[in-house]
């Protein structure tokens, strides 16, 4: 059961990751625009891996929102070099999405062998609690514990008032 929560977290942490990466290479709008495309990689990832049988009023529901794709992707970005880095990213990231949320509605609805179906809280806690322990030491890793003392030093006063105050 806690490798399904683990998968969930990291696949959360990628979903994350590679939104954040995208925007090193596309536009915040553009990547937005691709993030409404979500149902389609749902109903692709659905019959790949669960052999989910669609109808065909949501397959003509698909047109428009791949047209749209097209169109928009057409308009922002030269799919070449950096701009199909950052649209690859972008579907990594919306397919990891669909994937925490497919993995996390079968544990809510009980489709494994688990003893007891947990509560959707306790699916956000153990994802997200192990989203974390990787990022943690990722963090740490990449210099991030000497950033943030860099930033809290250059940081003024009040500025460090406020945050003392809100934690």
Not at 39 to 47: E, N, R, S, Y
Not at 71 to 81: C, F, H, K
Not at 98 to 107: A, G, R, W
């Amino acid at each position: 059961e806690r490798l399904a929560f683990l998968t969930v977290g990291v696949l959360h942490l990628l979903n994350c990751r590679l939104f954040i990466f995208s925007l090193q290479f596309i536009s915040l709008a553009l990547a937005q625009t691709m993030r409404a495309t979500n149902p389609l990689w749902v109903v692709l990832l659905g019959f790949v891996f669960f052999g989910d049988k669609f109808g065909s009023a949501v397959l003509a529901s698909l047109v428009p929102i791949v047209s749209g794709f097209a169109l928009a992707t057409g308009a922002d970005v030269t799919l070449a070099g950096s701009g199909l880095t950052g649209i690859a990213a972008s579907i990594g990231s919306i397919n990891a999405q669909v994937l925490v949320n497919v993995v996390s509605k079968s544990k809510l609805l009980g489709h494994s062998k688990q003893k007891a179906v947990p509560h959707p809280f306790e699916v956000q806690f153990w994802s997200c609690l192990f989203a974390l322990v990787i990022l943690v030491p990722l963090w740490i890793c990449r210099g991030g514990f000497s950033r943030l003392t860099l930033h809290w030093a250059l940081a003024s006063d009040s500025i460090r008032s406020q945050i003392v105050s809100y934690a």
